[in-house]
């Protein structure tokens, strides 16, 4: 069964930092793209960042130079590092994982809600 896990949410100034993690298992992360996305109130979930098995990671233009993936392979956990964080930064981030097979299976944690706000 897997289970994706986020943690690392909270109220913020702007200019602050956070980082979240995202705690997978049931799948091994190292082989595995995992991707951050967000949902702030009445928008649509976007894609934040996605890394990939083999190093690779991709960020959506809001956040470039601003937020970081990474992975712990050890600790089999995804994080996401941000940076210089703005209001429209606020939103629920969500860790995502989709596995290939006869089907598409996607995965999502619940979810760790970021407030940015002075």
């Known amino acids: 069964q897997v289970q994706l896990v986020e943690s690392g949410g909270g109220l913020v100034q702007p200019g602050g930092s956070l980082r979240l993690s995202c705690a997978a298992s049931?799948?091994?992360?190292?082989?595995?793209?995992i991707n951050w996305y967000r949902q702030a109130p009445g928008k649509e979930r976007e894609l934040v960042a996605t890394?990939?098995?083999?190093?690779?990671?991709n960020y959506a233009d809001s956040v470039k130079g601003r937020f970081t993936i990474s992975r712990d392979n050890a600790k089999n956990t995804v994080y996401l590092q941000m940076n210089s964080l703005k209001p429209e930064d606020t939103a629920v981030y969500y860790c995502n994982v989709n596995l290939y097979t006869t089907d598409i299976l996607h995965y999502w944690g619940k979810g760790t809600l970021v407030t940015v706000s002075s």
């Open positions: 890394t990939r098995s083999g190093g690779n990671t």
């Open positions: 049931g799948i091994i992360v190292s082989i595995n793209t």
